[in-house]
């Protein structure tokens, strides 16, 4: 993860490109008075504003039980804001009981508000000073990921390594926050302002150069485009499909299919005929001595069984047999009413 602080990047970055990160971030830049000039007070301004939504990000990511532990300390006064933060409708006994039964610690959404009201008049810095190394190991396990340390590799983690890793996130999450929104051609511009080398015009890439002060270069294809040979080079094993399909036509493929099966057993049951991309294919295979990959597959279409399958005359023939039984079927049986009548 990159240690470059937030005016690091901005100090490098020009007066009018911090301007325009200014208006994006709808921040209201103070005067420059004699001791600081307008481009101190832009990056001020824009380091204050980078601090505070990273924070809010890293909070937001936190698990409830982490929020739990972050607002039971002494000095949050958990009970005098959760005075604060009850509804004004007035409350029966019985609701309360049934509240304070239920969870002793706000919602998830009024610790996150508890826990921003703590940073008025204070950094961020000066908030994680106030907890111990068991606290800040907690918002560490819920920001990164610490499940290959073992419990003994945590507890030996320091306040000031632990901090630093949080502080870190904050800066990461408030500069990709502040850097999204710009468009692409204005990431470009940073990117010439702090003289990186970004091969790229992705909006993810060209941000985490800017975050990380790193150049990008994008890898290279590992299959390079072959180009044909300048002269008409003879089928032999090392022959290139580019080259077979640039300067031998159907017909040659063919013929050289069928002129080297003459007196060789193992080709006998090579197909000769076929479309040019498979004479090529056919062709490389015998090459490479992939002789089973070339032979005829045998066997062909199955044909249809006679039980399953009836042509259409025998059908037709089947179905006049069958009404002319039906008719003299009936007629024998109006004879023998006729007699029986008699």
């Not at 209201?28 to 380091?47: F, R, S």
Request: hydrophobic share 30%.
């Amino acid at each position: 993860m990159s240690e470059n602080k937030p005016e690091e990047i901005l100090n490098d970055l020009s007066e009018d490109t911090l301007s325009v990160l200014a208006e994006k971030s709808r921040l209201t830049i103070p005067k420059a008075g004699k001791k600081t000039n307008a481009k101190d007070k832009l990056v001020e301004a824009l380091v204050e504003s980078v601090h505070k939504e990273g924070t809010m990000r890293v909070f937001s990511v936190l698990k409830t039980k982490t929020l739990q532990d972050l607002v039971s300390l002494p000095a949050v006064k958990l009970e005098e804001k959760m005075e604060e933060l009850k509804p004004t409708k007035p409350q029966g006994k019985k609701e309360k009981e049934k509240q304070e039964k239920k969870n002793p610690f706000p919602s998830k959404h009024a610790m996150l508000t508890i826990m921003h009201g703590m940073l008025e008049g204070r950094t961020i810095k000066d908030l994680l000073e106030m907890y111990p190394q068991k606290s800040l190991l907690l918002m560490c396990e819920d920001i990164d990921d610490l499940s290959s340390y073992s419990d003994k590799e945590k507890d030996a983690l320091l306040k000031k390594d632990l901090m630093k890793a949080i502080l870190n996130n904050v800066n990461m999450f408030g500069l990709n926050h502040l850097f999204q929104l710009l468009n692409v051609e204005e990431l470009k511009g940073i990117v010439k302002d702090l003289k990186l080398k970004v091969d790229s015009s992705s909006v993810d890439i060209l941000i985490d150069s800017i975050v990380e002060k790193k150049s990008y270069r994008r890898p290279r294809s590992k299959t390079r485009a072959v180009s044909p040979s300048k002269k008409k080079p003879d089928i032999e094993k090392g022959i290139t499909k580019v080259d077979l399909n640039q300067w031998y036509n159907r017909d040659e493929l063919e013929d050289w299919i069928r002129k080297i099966k003459e007196g060789d057993d193992e080709l006998k049951e090579v197909k000769v005929t076929g479309k040019k991309a498979q004479l090529i294919d056919r062709i490389l295979k015998i090459l490479d001595g992939d002789i089973k990959g070339t032979e005829k597959k045998k066997g062909g279409k199955k044909k249809r069984s006679r039980s399953k399958s009836v042509s259409r005359e025998e059908k037709s023939g089947e179905e006049k047999k069958s009404g002319e039984e039906k008719e003299v079927k009936k007629r024998k049986t109006n004879d023998q009413k006729e007699k029986e009548e008699e």
